[in-house]
């Protein structure tokens, strides 16, 4: 049996938390400094000698027993239980190791049993198979076995409901010590579940299902899944005890006349997933049954495609099944695979698989009677020249050696055994319902939903006896019973026949289903840009004023006064193809164009990567679909409308996902079942709100822009709507819409690349709040988005690690230059303890005391002023003014006094900063000209004499023009006023720079060779 994998071992170590879960058995920790000291329950411990370490999550006794672990450790001295079961307690819930009492053996089981007692053989190995087909999904050897052979397919899986025997079934049953557990395991053993050992039968396997027409099971069918890994004579394939009974996939007979007919049924389910559903399977070379053949007949096959196994015993069983086949008036042909392989091994070599499967049954042998039949394909006259093209210059080639050699690019045959499809069936599509018409009989299908494990529906058939109508799920074979015989009496129709109508409606129904998924899926899919549309993004992006441009595009969309919030939302939402995405809140007033400011970023991003909403309800993110939200942008009009999601939201932005745990009903068994569900991110966030007091867990993780409320920014804003009634505002709308298309084929054409900021080590942040440690985060993301913005205006770079290859790019002082002035006016806002309305009047209320001080001749501490004088002189209304006036005075910024008229309120203004002074500049950001010129140098190249100011320049005339460099800099900037040096040197320096990048150049090469041979050694450190 495989062990765990390494990773769900480890997360299981990491995840659940020792200390929780020994207090939650009533065990009593004693705080010890970091660590937690608790008496050993093995052994006589008066002193309390084991200790427990939240930091590592491991515990370790230091009295007589010398013992300790992790958490499984734990769950297995505690319970007494294996490994392996340990594991599984854990994943499925570690309250359920909650027992106190320190046991030698476990003897009870601690894990719900998934079979229910007193059940008929049939319903128990129902139940089994629906254990083992949960087993699967969860899996990972098992899925990476099924992917290896093609067949890791959601639909497969789930049609034919295959499974893994991970030997955790018996784990799950009562002990066979117990009346119940002795009872449950005596049947499993005369099924053939359990071996007279008590093992799994099925141990290490993948597990098919063989049912009935009535969906009972008849066979099952094990595939190792280690293979050859096994000890040798291990039996690769199992079935169940006694003779083989029941046809795989005989709803497909219900259908088709021709059926491929495979060895295996790994071929078959080959077979099937590349779109060929008219396809059973034997039980191996020897094992065409009665079952097999009695099937064939029922259904009145007319044609059986063979396609056993290329090899001696396949080419042996093959002629001799068609001679049997052909005395029942069956035609048979025979599929030509290259020797010694089959279909699974043709499939995965051979790609296109489904062209180079359809190549083998047009090629297919015929093995009847007489000469072989004649087909007239329908084709036209190109298909037949080129026919004719291709046999005339096969005629002239040497035959070549194998199959595998032939070119699926030539025509291929048409005259041959094609597979017949349920597309031949006409339906016509309409709102709520969908109309087939099959002979004389036409049926009405409504009600057909989204769900794939059934297929309820309301149908009506039509006639010209009348009509019969009923509900219905297809996928029961008890309810197309029921109804074909209603049918049937009323309408006087044959039931074989409304059978086969039944059969192909099904199939029909699961294609529309499909091809409704496809459609939906195709929304999600960026449009293909045609080559003209790509051209124009890259020139975009390739643009060396980039930014101007983004700026410039925002005012021509009527977006004024309000450059840096657009443009910090822009790469904001950019951030999205980043591990660690940015959060953008914008606020403001009501009615002051927030909503509007974040429609016009939202605009320019592509429509299939974002996703916006109005409101979200408490648990609605985590229903949105596993990838749903994975690097797009979650924009929410109002924060307050999501204020029940706020938790979600804040897990979803910090974690990177959200799960939950959810109880549901079970669609075959229908009983009430724990389900998960997961969103997995990253994910940018998007948002706007009217607030004022911004909760400050969501405050920490956003960006907040404010908007421009100042009466200069409400005239701009009525001119730009008056400006929209004209003809100038007409062709402006007209030229927003190409402007829209050309920024999100740009964005669309935006690579996930990793980010290397080469200057990291150097740059400088506040750090005298806590807060500032997200905030730091920040602003390094905004670095991060700048550079990816301008990824097509940077060397794309590689790295080589355990052999796979990441690509890069790398940060320019230029990036950190804007991130600067973006992070001076955006983060320095956040750190402000005022609210930007609130600083806002703030200043206000500085110019209105400096105004009436100098035309009054007083001095500011003997101003005083009412609520009325300050809402007149800056117009705001009278709510959002006490707002804002009762937070300055609990700040202390103005101080209340009581007025001589009826005790009114005056206030005096305590705020001596002088205007214009922002505290959103105090970030404590290094200036990009006092970054060293080369970060990447080495340790030991730091050490170069005349890369730092406090060390001598070189002697060297050959490094002159580079030692000594950030000396005469740093001097330069020394001087109050920077003088005539610094402009000389950057003069000297601006032809060597490249869009923003350090000073090693290539064009460097001719005057400083040593310089050129110091950057080479730079990039082999980076590859190293």
Known sequence: MPRLPEELIAQIKNNIDLVQLIQSQSYQLKKNGKDYLLSCPWHDDKEASLVVSPDTNLWHCMGACQTGGSVIDWVMKTQGVSFRLACEILQKDPSLANSTQTVKKNTTIKLASPLAANADNQKLLHQVITYYHEALKTAPEALEYLEQRGLNSPELINTFNLGYANRTLGYRLPAKNRKAGSEIRGQLQEIGILRKTGHEHFNGSIVVPVQDENKQITEVYGRKILGNKLRKGTAQHLYLPGAHEGVWNVEALKVYDEIILCEALIDAMTFWVHGFKNVTASYGTSGFTASHLAALKQYNIKRVLIAYDRDEAGNTASKQLAEKLNEEDIECFR????????????????????????LVIRKAQWMGKGEAPQSEPETNIEQVESEKKATKEKSTQPEPSTPLAASLEAVEPLSSPVPQTASIIEAEIKDHEIHITLGERHYRVRGLGDQTSTLKINLMLTSDNGFHNDKLDLYSAKQRTVFMNQASDELAIKTDVIKKDLGKLLLKLEEIQQDKQTQANEKDQPVPLSAQEQKAALELLQDGNLIDIIRQDFNKMGIVGEESNTLVGYLGCVSRKLDKPLAVMIQSSSAAGKSSLMEAILALMPEEERTQYSAMTGQSLFYLGENSLKHKILAISE???????????????SEGEVTIASTGKDNDSGQLVTQEYTVKGPTMLFMTTTAIDIDEELLNRCLVLSVNETREQTQAIHQIQRSRRTLKGLQNKLEQDAIKALHRNAQSLLKPLQIINPYADQLT?????????????????????????????RPVKSIDHDGEVFEYIEV??????????????????TLDELPPQTRKLLTMIQTMAKEACQSQQIERSDYRFSRREIREYTGLGNTQLKIHCHRLEELEYLLVHRGGR???????????????QSQQHLMGLIEPQKIDYDANKSEVKNKKSGQRSD??????????????????????????????????????????????????????????????????????????
């Not at 599929?335 to 499967?357: G, I, R, V």
């Not at 923003?996 to 450190?1021: C, F, H, M």
């Open 812 to 829: 320019t002082l230029k990036d950190i230059e804007l991130a600067n002035q973006l992070a001076h006016e955006v983060l320095g806002r």
């Open 335 to 358: 599929l030509q695979f290259p020797k010694k392989m089959d279909a699974n091994e043709y499939a995965l070599k051979m790609t296109p698989a489904d062209k180079s499967l359809a």
């Open 951 to 1024: 060390w001598s320049g070189s002697s060297r005339p050959q490094v002159g023009g580079v030692s000594g460099l950030d000396k005469s800099l740093q001097t330069n900037d020394d001087k109050a006023c920077g003088g005539s040096g610094r402009d000389e040197v950057e003069k000297a320096q601006a032809p060597q720079k490249r869009n923003g990048e350090s000073y090693r150049s290539d064009k460097l090469t001719n005057s400083i060779p040593l310089a050129a041979n110091a950057v080479q050694l730079d990039k082999d450190s980076v590859h190293a």
């Open 639 to 653: 924060e307050e409308g999501a204020s029940n999601a706020s938790y979600a939201l804040k897990l979803l932005q």
């Open 765 to 793: 942040f506040l750090s005298d709040k806590t807060r500032t440690r997200r905030d730091h985060e920040k602003y390094l993301t905004l670095i991060d988005c700048i550079t990816l913005l301008h990824q097509y205006q």
């Open 902 to 916: 009826g005790q009114s309120f005056e206030y005096e203004l305590l705020y001596d900063q002088e205007l214009n």
